[in-house]
Nanobody
Framework: QLQVVESGGGPVQPGGSLRLSCVAS????????VAWFRQTPKRGREAIAC????????YYKQTVKGRFTISRDNAKNTAYLQLKGLEPEDSATYHC?????????????????????????WGDGTLVTVSS
């Protein structure tokens, strides 16, 4: 069974940092690009960062660019999202998703425009709460 499980969320004060992890099981993450989404009642679900299978190309939503960093360690079958300079507006459930892209999706930037449900594998998410 193909599965990804997110962890690392929790409460944090404004200006703080967290590192989220996305561990894949049942498949090798080597062949998959990874996306991080976040979901709130107000904004819905949006992709915020994507990375290709070999970590050569990344794409970020403008609202998180410069504060969040997506990375991966294929040897550990794990992807990460480092969150820095957190703001209350960053409070959300964060989901990761994996997809082999071709031929359905042209590139990693296009992946970040896809809805979560279109991607091959996604997890239940981890909750981040930014509050003083």
């Amino acid at each position: 069974q193909l599965q990804v499980v997110e962890s690392g969320g929790g409460p944090v004060q404004p200006g703080g940092s967290l590192r989220l992890s996305c561990v894949a099981s049942g498949f090798s993450l080597d062949d998959y690009a990874v996306a991080w989404f976040r979901q709130t009642p107000k904004r819905g679900r949006e992709a915020i960062a994507c990375i290709d299978s070999v970590a050569n190309t990344t794409y970020y939503k403008q609202t998180v660019k410069g504060r969040f960093t997506i990375s991966r360690d294929n040897a550990k079958n794990t992807a990460y999202l480092q969150l820095k300079g957190l703001e209350p507006e960053d409070s959300a459930t964060y989901h990761c998703a994996a997809d082999r892209l071709y031929p359905r999706i042209e590139n990693v930037q296009a992946m970040c425009l896809m809805p979560l449900g279109y991607l091959e594998v996604w997890g239940d998410g981890t909750l981040v709460t930014v509050s003083s």
